[in-house]
């Protein structure tokens, strides 16, 4: 049996309480379809830092990073800042630590789920870059100021490539469970630079990869089709602050963020974790919703299964999806979604529903 190493960083907030439930959910698929996976605990967080001013370093990362992959829980607090003035984040250090370049936001309306909008079958999966765009100045040289501060948004000509292919290749694995096989670019080439170069680069990448459809929308159109007509996207790709807004938009479509998992992958690390944040406003009410971080798990099982060649890991991986399904349609319900559930009850029952 292949055995994986796996780092775990439950962080801040409601961090602790989702890890600790999607802990409980592969335990239970460790003892019943035989998998193995070995856990190495880290504390970086927020708190830790206002305790102690201990930060994660490159050391810490370069250790890290030698497991199969990371399960992230939250982290930040907002009244926890760096001498900039930002939020702590582990996942932003490590994003450029390890390279990774892309988010992978898988956003489903499941059945039992009601959406705000006027949706019935969502099925998106939202690819955030993660390494550059509107981030890409993180680590330029800040002169404090109270007249005048900028960002910066920088675009690669390799950082497209690798998100393109990426996202041309998730269009096609999808369409094997019955996704159209379609990629949309989201951007603004009429009023950024940088963004003239990242739509030239999807035209060059979709031109390679045309048994996949495509399709091209400014950010601010595409953000209002995300809400009218939801049920046009399969593959969103784009830059790193607008994928940040979008995909938190596409959550909200099919339930919010405590069912919004997702994944930071380069070709060679992945960091799993759910699209919230630490949620301090719920933390330590055992109120949190843990679908998102269970779902995140998965993916990481999925991602681990499809590296190494093991269909057994690949297969808990939708065990673990059907049974977030059917705990979704039957309830209990958490309260984000509605109902009175609390974590652990959530837990119980995504548990009784895994397949024999
Ligand atoms: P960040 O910028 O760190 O991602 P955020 O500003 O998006 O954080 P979150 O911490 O994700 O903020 O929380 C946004 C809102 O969603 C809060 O009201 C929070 O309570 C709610 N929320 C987030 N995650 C969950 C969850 N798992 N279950 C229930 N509610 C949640």
């Known amino acids: 049996m292949t055995e994986y190493e796996i780092v775990v960083i439950p962080g801040d907030g409601i961090g602790p309480e989702v890890v600790d439930a999607a802990l409980a959910v592969l335990k239970e698929c460790e003892t019943r ?15 830790l830092y206002r305790r102690t001013g201990r930060k994660i370093t490159a050391a810490d990362m370069d250790e890290i990073g030698k497991a199969d992959a990371v399960l992230f829980g939250a982290m930040g607090l907002p009244d926890v800042r760096g001498p900039e003035g930002l939020e702590l984040g582990a996942q932003v250090e490590m ?35 993660t390494s550059e765009g509107m981030f890409a100045g993180l680590a330029d040289k800040h002169e ?21 292919d990426v996202a041309f ?10 996704t159209p096989g379609h990629v949309t670019l989201l951007h603004k080439s009429n009023a950024l630079r940088s963004n003239v170069l990242m739509e030239k680069v999807f035209d060059e990448i979709a031109a390679k990869n045309d048994d996949i459809g495509s399709a091209k929308f400014y950010i601010d159109a595409g953000s209002m089709y995300m809400v009218t007509d939801p049920e046009r996207y399969d593959v969103v790709v784009t830059e790193n602050i607008f994928g940040d807004i979008v995909s938190e938009i596409a959550a909200g479509l099919v339930g919010g963020l405590g069912v919004a998992p997702s994944a930071d992958v380069s070709l060679t690390h992945g960091v799993f974790q759910p699209s919230h944040g630490s949620a301090p406003d719920i933390a330590g009410k055992g109120i949190a919703n843990p679908t998102a971080m269970i779902l995140s798990a998965a993916m990481m099982l999925e991602w681990l299964g499809e590296r190494r060649g093991d269909d057994r890991c690949a297969k808990v991986a939708q065990n ?37």
């Not at 379809?33 to 708190?47: C, E, I, V, W």
């Open 169 to 178: 290749s998730q269009a096609r694995a999808r369409r094997k469970r019955g």
């Open 320 to 356: 673990i999806q059907s049974a977030i399904e059917s705990a979704l349609a039957t309830g209990p319900r958490a309260r984000d979604l509605g109902g009175t559930a609390g974590t652990q009850e959530v837990v119980d029952a995504v548990i009784s529903a895994l397949p024999a």
């Open 144 to 164: 404090p100021s109270d007249e005048s501060a900028s960002d910066r948004m920088t675009i690669t000509r390799a950082t497209c490539e690798k998100l393109f």
């Open 95 to 129: 994003r450029a630590h390890y390279g990774l370049f892309s988010s992978l936001r898988p956003v489903r309306l499941f059945p039992g789920v009601e959406s705000p909008v006027k949706a019935k079958n969502v099925d998106m999966l939202v690819i955030r870059e």
């Open 33 to 47: 379809y035989g998998l193995k996976l070995n856990y190495t605990f880290r504390d970086f967080s927020a708190d």
